[in-house]
C-alpha cells in the first residue's frame, strides 16, 4: 500500500507579481494609488484644519472640503476605476482569445477549400488521361 505524498509543491507563479506572470493589470495599480492620494487628501485637510487660524466651524469646514470629501472621491473612484480596468483587461483577453480562435478557424477552412481546388483538377485530368 503506498504512502500519499506529504509534500505537494507551491504554486510558485502566484507568489510573484503580475509582472513576473506575464500578465499585467492596471486596475490593482490605479487603486493602489488612489488610496494613496486619499491619505494625503486626509493629511492636507488635518493639516489645514491644525494650522490655519480661524472659529471651529471654519477647521471643521476646512477639514470636510479639503480632507474628507477629497479622500473619499479619491478612494471611491479610485476602486471604481480599478474594477473597470480588471474587467476590460478580461474583456480584451477574451476577445483575443476568440479572434484568434475565429482566424485559426478561417485559415484551416480556407486551407481546406484550396487545397480541393487544387487538387480537383488534377483527378479529372488523371481521369481523362486512363479513358
Known amino acids: 500500500?503506498?504512502?500519499?505524498?506529504?509534500?505537494?509543491?507551491?504554486?510558485?507563479?502566484?507568489?510573484?507579481?503580475?509582472?513576473?506572470?506575464?500578465?499585467?493589470?492596471?486596475?490593482?495599480?490605479?487603486?493602489?494609488?488612489?488610496?494613496?492620494?486619499?491619505?494625503?487628501?486626509?493629511?492636507?485637510?488635518?493639516?489645514?484644519?491644525?494650522?490655519?487660524?480661524?472659529?471651529?466651524e471654519q477647521r471643521i469646514g476646512n477639514l470636510f472640503s479639503f480632507g474628507f470629501l477629497p479622500a473619499i472621491s479619491f478612494y471611491a473612484g479610485g476602486h471604481v476605476l480599478g474594477q473597470l480596468l480588471v474587467f476590460g483587461v478580461e474583456l480584451c483577453d477574451l476577445c483575443f482569445r476568440y479572434a484568434v480562435h475565429l482566424i485559426s478557424g478561417l485559415l484551416s477552412w480556407a486551407g481546406r477549400r484550396v487545397s480541393n481546388l487544387t487538387e480537383a483538377p488534377a483527378s479529372s485530368e488523371a481521369s481523362g488521361i486512363d479513358n
Open 1 to 56: 500500500m503506498g504512502r500519499a505524498p506529504v509534500y505537494n509543491g507551491i504554486n510558485r507563479a502566484g507568489l510573484y507579481s503580475s509582472k513576473a506572470r506575464g500578465s499585467f493589470h492596471p486596475g490593482p495599480a490605479v487603486m493602489r494609488a488612489s488610496n494613496h492620494l486619499a491619505v494625503v487628501c486626509l493629511f492636507f485637510g488635518v493639516a489645514l484644519a491644525a494650522f490655519l487660524s480661524g472659529s471651529l
